[in-house]
């Protein structure tokens, strides 16, 4: 026990993980972005500590690796989400590489549909990041609230995540990790998409076997090539996810998933669901990468154009109402903006459990044998007929 404790606060001291040194070096290498990066990638993060921020005393999530509390910065006042993890246990489970590119990729991103890295620090034991604070949660937990989502409302998030997910393939950068759990909410209802510890450049692209199962694609089970086309099997994914409530692969355990999903099986849905809305899933999920959409493909489809017209209309007819109380009643005028509101309700034990079970960063992080993906994946293989024993 003595020899673990040592390890702990000793030998993670020394194996200190320079974050600002091995990331800067980066940044000579960033000068080739979209226009619309630009003010990203000239701003440079500041520098910050511990000390500069004070704990709010609530917990907004926790894993394997460590914790997430709300804290506000001293000087500003202003609210943040701080990432805490052990460093004991990234040296651990080799994950060090995945943490400084998680960092390297979010820092250059500047994207309203995006969750921004504020800053990042360590000290003897853990690593730090400090990250916009999306007050109402993650999507999954509202998914779980509600049973399901009416169509307006899945529009409405699946095209904020398109924009997202648009702008990051722009920036050469494959987030490999699209579901609920990953996309936050701020007070307006708007979507932060989060979590680039699975992300990856296009440019320093190998063959993985990582993310969550019920949201893998074809090609990453099957351990093949893989492009920007995986986010793109996850939009439909989610999508689905959020009419039905519940993904349209499953299974009792994680191999029974794959193969649902390599079966290509026909989806069932509720009555509910429209042929519109059931059509553009269909489009999504194809088990062939080449014949997806890209993103303006999804945009594009007649059931995203139905929604956003009518969403216009809607717009259109508030707009007007408001106009009319203001002539009726000269003293009205319309709030600039929303005001804040903090949700009181905190995620309970099982909805943890529940987004533990779904997240891979729960499963691949454990100590394993050698290439264990190979041996899963030759069992799923098997099972489907794909290869002999």
């Known amino acids: 026990m003595n020899s673990k404790k040592a390890f702990t606060e000793t030998h993670c001291d020394s194996r200190s993980l320079k974050l600002n040194t091995s990331i800067s070096k980066h940044d000579s290498n960033c000068t080739n972005m979209p226009r619309s990066s630009s003010k990203a990638s000239s701003s440079k993060i500041q520098k910050k500590s511990h000390s500069d921020f004070q704990p709010m005393q609530q917990t907004l999530g926790q894993g394997s690796f460590g914790w997430v509390t709300l804290v506000k910065e001293i000087k500003t006042g202003k609210l943040f989400a701080m990432k805490a993890m052990k460093k004991e246990e990234l040296f651990k489970y080799c994950t060090v590489d995945n943490l400084k590119r998680e960092i390297k990729i ?33 999507l999954f937990k509202k998914i779980k609230k509600q049973r399901r989502l009416s169509e307006d409302e899945a529009f409405h998030y699946l095209y904020q995540t398109c924009l997202g997910i648009e702008y990051l393939h722009k920036m050469k950068i494959i987030h490999r990790d699209i579901k609920p759990e990953n996309l936050l909410l701020d007070t307006k209802g708007n979507i932060k998409i989060c979590d680039f510890g699975w992300s990856t450049e296009m440019d320093n692209l190998k063959k993985a076997f990582c993310g969550t199962i019920e949201y893998m694609a074809p090609e990453m089970i099957k351990s093949q090539s893989t492009n920007y086309k995986l986010d793109i099997w996850c939009l439909g994914v989610l999508l689905y996810e959020m009419v039905q409530g519940k993904p349209p692969f499953t299974g009792k355990n994680d191999q029974e ?16 669901v429209s042929e519109d809305c059931k059509s553009l899933i269909a489009m999504i999920l194809q088990p062939n990468p080449f014949n997806r959409p890209s993103i303006q493909g999804i945009l594009n489809h007649k059931w995203m154009l139905s929604k956003q017209k009518q969403q216009s209309i809607n717009d259109q007819l508030n707009s007007r109402s408001i106009s009319m109380l203001m002539d009726e009643f000269g003293h009205y005028s319309p709030l600039k903006s929303c005001p804040t509101v903090v949700s009181e309700r905190k995620t309970n034990n099982k909805e943890w459990e529940e987004m533990k079970q779904r997240s891979q960063h729960f499963v691949f992080h454990q100590p394993q044998p050698e290439q264990p993906e190979q041996t899963f994946l030759r069992r799923v293989l098997i099972s489907l007929g794909c290869i002999n024993r």
């Open 257 to 272: 998933k794959c193969v649902a999903i390599l079966s290509g099986q026909q989806l069932k849905y509720e009555e509910f």
């Open 106 to 138: 979010q820092r250059k991103l500047h994207h309203p549909n995006i969750i921004k890295l504020d800053s990042y620090f360590e000290d003897k034991t853990n690593v730090y990041l400090i990250l916009e604070y999306a007050e109402e949660g993650s």
